[in-house]
């Protein structure tokens, strides 16, 4: 009997299924009345498509556009959701969803030169947005390219950096609130920073300090392992030790990433701590992670 092979099937039953991809999408779909409203909005304003709009030759009309929009109430069933499907607050949706439409990133980039106009907080967007938008028009002259597919995909790209720094951030405050139930479960008198610090340019997450000394914690996270992205990965780890042990501080960091393949004999720190997990699977990795700080108690201790 001659065997066919299926590479199709090959595929589906042995590589993992992309969770991450498969989230990102739901999230941008939900978000797709947000744009339809924007896209009804400008049709109420002339527009017929929202290619009209963005190659837009009068300035002023498309600039007084964007204020009406952003002074516009939304229907309030209509929310932008982040990259972990909560929904952001009104103001900050019809920024960010303007932002994107003209392939930007609102927060990352064009918050820094707001400060550098003048007007009301919806003035200074709409002169900047429509700068943007100009410029887009520009750069991207095809109508093809303002339709939905290509916003979605644009969407699926700045929701995947809004999940990955709502993740770390979750992780860090995991962590803090953790090391804070354990410190006073075994009356150790320490205190955790609130904040980030940072230190030689590396960010930690975590700082513990004590009459005896200091320890500093980055929390690491990655969803995949493949490829590039992982020794880059890897080589923050080593960085992050090296900056802390320079400056004359205890660092234990912390990696939640399934299958890293990184060597933990050759980080050149005491402790760490290692959990094989994906850091999606937040409920499974959070008591992983109290029990191995547990088990760090007598190195907490020792600050005090």
């Not at 205190?191 to 929390?219: A, N, R």
């Amino acid at each position: 009997m001659r065997y066919v092979f299926h590479p199709e099937s090959f595929l589906m039953s042995n590589i993992p299924e992309n969770i991450r991809l498969k989230d990102l999408v739901i999230v941008a779909n939900l978000n797709k009345p947000f744009f339809d409203d924007f896209i009804n909005f400008l049709r109420a304003e002339g527009y017929a498509e929202l290619y009209d709009f963005v190659v837009e030759n009068d300035s002023s009309r498309a600039k007084a556009t964007i204020k009406k929009y952003l002074d516009r109430r939304i229907p309030s069933d209509l929310k932008l959701y982040d990259g972990i499907a909560r929904p952001y607050s009104e103001d900050k949706a019809k920024w960010l969803l303007l932002g994107w439409i003209f392939r930007d990133a609102p927060v990352q980039r064009l918050e820094g030169f707001l400060k550098n106009l003048s007007g009301t907080p919806n003035e200074r967007k709409a002169e900047l947005l429509n700068q943007v938008r100009q410029y887009a028009s520009s750069v991207l002259p095809d109508s093809e390219r303002w339709d939905w597919l290509p916003i979605f995909e644009v969407m699926v790209d700045r929701l995947e950096g809004s999940r990955r720094s709502i993740k770390g951030n979750l992780f860090e405050e995991i962590v803090r609130r953790s090391l804070s139930n354990i410190f006073e479960e075994n009356e150790i008198n320490l205190s955790i920073d609130k904040t980030q610090i940072k230190i030689g340019g590396e960010t930690y997450d975590v700082k513990v300090s004590g009459g005896q000394g200091t320890i500093l914690i980055p929390v690491k996270t990655r969803e995949t392992m493949g490829g590039g992205h992982a020794l880059l990965f890897t080589r923050d780890i080593h960085k992050a030790i090296s900056v802390a042990s320079e400056s004359g501080y205890n660092c234990i960091p912390i990696v939640i990433a399934e299958s890293w393949t990184g060597d933990l004999s050759t980080l050149d720190c005491q402790e760490f701590i290692y959990i094989n997990k994906n850091p999606n699977q937040v409920n499974e990795v959070e008591p992983l992670l109290i029990q191995k700080l547990e088990s760090l108690i007598h190195v907490f201790r020792a600050l005090t």
